[in-house]
């Protein structure tokens, strides 16, 4: 609850207010208004020195020592005091020492109080003492109270009095515990709290926590359990409210079946019905999302000590090999040589589906890929000739799909992402680094997507993990097309500078090491 500025009182008098609203038949109230505390406990004057009376003894323990054996407290006014006399007594909600009495500034202090309910009809009343300064009265009725809260009830024996009042110090939520014991009145709980904010009602489900209201404890978990939850946020601030509950024999089942489904393990089979969905979506900007959304899922699953069992890498690369197939025929179709003289309706199936193709094999590859279990997929790959030789055969408006394959697997074993053998990382170039330059000018000038930099020096970090001979080889074959066509081409000169090092000065300066240590 907001802080709030308290008036001085003259002459160390407490300022009483009452404050009327929807009384019931039986003298209380419903539920109180939630600005009703913030409006009456608004600083209305600075703060003043108090004034001392000149009979007031200068030893507080002499002080306390003259006063009435009633306990006067800062939110019960002089009317109440006269009324309570001797033969009234009070309950304290906690027990407190002598020596704990409140300092003397705060008796002197003007205190704004609040009263609620009809004092004529009621038969109990409750003070609860704020810890932001203020004091709140309630006039209740001593068989609601016993009724609904078992807190209460305990409070209480045949032999009490009938007027007794009972003291809470110290109450962190005074305006929620006002509504509380103010819903005791309500038969219907849950639709008094429609409308309310959840994080309210959370305030109200402690407080009849505490008070042991269990009416009104299930009646906020039947609200909860009901109510959207918006954000992640305000769902970890229910869940944290609620599983506490469980150890004391309070039904809170039906709000966590919200966030559980009392089954440990999610079934495999339902991720893979997922990636098989998107998979064959034809639905561009739908499956486009989709695709986004079960990544960065899959990435935060695999963040999880046990996330490796929640998806099976096999259903993965059985959905890579039928792409493949469908890809390889997709191929075979387009690349046949009376292919671009067919009506639209024919060559523009084709087409959509071998972009189709190769944009799942890229999705699939990125899962692999952050799994980290792509090498077998870098094998696959490798071994894909048919669909290399046809490469050139097939527009290139087309067939730059299959060349982006090519390039994230590059960029993969630079980074160390994917780690495949050393005949495989030979092959894989030896396939696919041609086809890679044939469509170099297009990935640049045609795909966004593409990163430039980071492709070079994906190519030329797997070219120096090979052997000095096959580095040679495929190096100087890049040079002849890089000499050719120039910025058409990727730029492997750093590739091409380390090699040279290693070729021919790394042994020159070996020698020299040796002949000296000889020496």
Same mark, same amino acid.
Not at 309 to 332: G, H, P, Q, T, W
């Given at each position: 609850?907001?802080?709030?500025?308290?008036?001085?009182?003259?002459?160390?008098?407490?300022?009483?207010?009452?404050?009327?609203?929807?009384?019931?038949?039986?003298?209380?109230?419903?539920?109180?208004?939630?600005?009703?505390?913030?409006?009456?406990?608004?600083?209305?004057?600075?703060?003043?020195?108090?004034?001392?009376?000149?009979?007031?003894?200068?030893?507080?323990?002499?002080?306390?020592?003259?006063?009435?054996?009633?306990?006067?407290?800062?939110?019960?006014?002089?009317?109440?005091?006269?009324?309570?006399?001797?033969?009234?007594?009070?309950?304290?909600?906690?027990?407190?020492?002598?020596?704990?009495?409140?300092?003397?500034?705060?008796?002197?202090?003007?205190?704004?109080?609040?009263?609620?309910?009809?004092?004529?009809?009621?038969?109990?009343?409750?003070?609860?003492?704020?810890?932001?300064?203020?004091?709140?009265?309630?006039?209740?009725?001593?068989?609601?109270?016993?009724?609904?809260?078992?807190?209460?009830?305990?409070?209480?024996?045949?032999?009490?009095?009938?007027?007794?009042?009972?003291?809470?110090?110290?109450?962190?939520?005074?305006?929620?515990?006002?509504?509380?014991?103010?819903?005791?009145?309500?038969?219907?709980?849950?639709?008094?709290?429609?409308?309310?904010?959840?994080?309210?009602?959370?305030?109200?489900?402690?407080?009849?926590?505490?008070?042991?209201?269990?009416?009104?404890?299930?009646?906020?978990?039947?609200?909860?359990?009901?109510?959207?939850?918006?954000?992640?946020?305000?769902?970890?601030?229910?869940?944290?409210?609620?599983?506490?509950?469980?150890?004391?024999?309070?039904?809170?089942?039906?709000?966590?079946?919200?966030?559980?489904?009392?089954?440990?393990?999610?079934?495999?089979?339902?991720?893979?019905?997922?990636?098989?969905?998107?998979?064959?979506?034809?639905?561009?900007?739908?499956?486009?999302?989709?695709?986004?959304?079960?990544?960065?899922?899959?990435?935060?699953?695999?963040?999880?000590?046990?996330?490796?069992?929640?998806?099976?890498?096999?259903?993965?690369?059985?959905?890579?090999?039928?792409?493949?197939?469908?890809?390889?025929?997709?191929?075979?179709?387009?690349?046949?040589?009376?292919?671009?003289?067919?009506?639209?309706?024919?060559?523009?199936?084709?087409?959509?589906?071998?972009?189709?193709?190769?944009?799942?094999?890229?999705?699939?590859?990125?899962?692999?890929?952050?799994?980290?279990?792509?090498?077998?997929?870098?094998?696959?790959?490798?071994?894909?000739?048919?669909?290399?030789?046809?490469?050139?055969?097939?527009?290139?408006?087309?067939?730059?799909?299959?060349?982006?394959?090519?390039?994230?697997?590059?960029?993969?074993?630079?980074?160390?992402?994917?780690?495949?053998?050393?005949?495989?990382?030979?092959?894989?170039?030896?396939?696919?680094?041609? =086809? @890679?330059?044939?469509?170099? $000018?297009? %990935?640049?000038?045609?795909?966004? /997507? +593409?990163? &430039?930099?980071?492709?070079?020096?994906?190519?030329?970090?797997?070219?120096?993990?090979? =052997? @000095?001979?096959?580095?040679? $080889?495929? %190096?100087?074959?890049?040079?002849? /097309? +890089?000499? &050719?066509?120039?910025?058409?081409?990727?730029?492997?000169?750093?590739?091409?500078?380390?090699?040279?090092?290693?070729?021919?000065?790394?042994?020159?300066?070996?020698?020299?090491?040796?002949?000296?240590?000889?020496?």
């Amino acid at each position: 609850m907001a802080e709030t500025k308290l008036i001085k009182a003259e002459k160390g008098q407490t300022k009483i207010r009452n404050v009327p609203i929807a009384v019931t038949p039986e003298g209380f109230w419903c539920c109180p208004a939630p600005v009703m505390f913030p409006k009456t406990l608004k600083a209305s004057s600075p703060l003043n020195k108090p004034k001392l009376t000149p009979t007031a003894p200068k030893n507080p323990v002499q002080k306390k020592q003259a006063q009435a054996p009633a306990v006067s407290r800062p939110g019960i006014g002089p009317d109440d005091q006269i009324k309570q006399g001797h033969d009234e007594p009070v309950l304290s909600a906690t027990s407190i020492p002598e020596s704990t009495t409140k300092p003397k500034m705060e008796n002197i202090q003007r205190k704004v109080s609040i009263e609620f309910g009809e004092p004529g009809t009621s038969d109990l009343k409750v003070v609860l003492f704020g810890k932001q300064g203020f004091t709140v009265k309630l006039s209740t009725h001593k068989s609601v109270l016993v009724k609904s809260s078992s807190y209460f009830a305990d409070k209480f024996t045949e032999h009490q009095p009938l007027l007794p009042i009972i003291e809470i110090d110290d109450c962190e939520d005074v305006e929620i515990y006002v509504e509380t014991v103010g819903l005791m009145y309500c038969k219907e709980i849950k639709q008094r709290l429609i409308k309310q904010s959840i994080s309210r009602v959370l305030r109200i489900l402690k407080v009849a926590e505490q008070m042991q209201f269990s009416f009104c404890i299930q009646s906020c978990l039947e609200y909860l359990e009901a109510v959207p939850w918006v954000g992640e946020e305000e769902e970890e601030k229910v869940l944290s409210s609620v599983l506490h509950l469980q150890g004391e024999g309070i039904g809170i089942t039906p709000v966590l079946k919200r966030v559980s489904s009392g089954v440990s393990k999610p079934p495999k089979d339902t991720i893979s019905n997922i990636l098989e969905l998107v998979l064959k979506s034809n639905e561009e900007r739908g499956r486009r999302e989709m695709k986004n959304i079960v990544l960065k899922l899959l990435k935060e699953n695999n963040n999880l000590p046990t996330s490796s069992d929640s998806v099976d890498n096999e259903a993965i690369y059985n959905s890579c090999k039928s792409c493949l197939d469908s890809l390889l025929s997709m191929f075979r179709l387009a690349s046949a040589p009376d292919f671009t003289n067919n009506p639209m309706n024919i060559k523009e199936p084709v087409v959509k589906q071998l972009a189709l193709d190769a944009d799942n094999l890229s999705w699939l590859l990125e899962i692999l890929t952050d799994r980290q279990a792509a090498d077998e997929f870098a094998a696959i790959w490798a071994n894909q000739q048919e669909l290399a030789s046809l490469h050139t055969s097939v527009p290139i408006v087309s067939r730059h799909h299959v060349s982006c394959i090519s390039a994230r697997l590059f960029v993969g074993m630079g980074k160390g992402e994917l780690l495949p053998s050393k005949d495989t990382r030979h092959l894989l170039l030896q396939t696919w680094l041609q =086809p @890679l330059i044939n469509d170099y $000018s297009w %990935l640049q000038h045609g795909c966004r /997507s +593409f990163d &430039k930099k980071v492709v070079e020096e994906g190519i030329g970090r797997t070219i120096l993990t090979l =052997p @000095l001979e096959d580095q040679q $080889s495929i %190096l100087l074959a890049w040079l002849g /097309s +890089f000499l &050719k066509t120039g910025d058409n081409c990727p730029n492997l000169q750093r590739a091409f500078e380390v090699w040279w090092r290693r070729s021919f000065i790394r042994p020159h300066v070996e020698s020299a090491k040796v002949v000296q240590s000889d020496s």
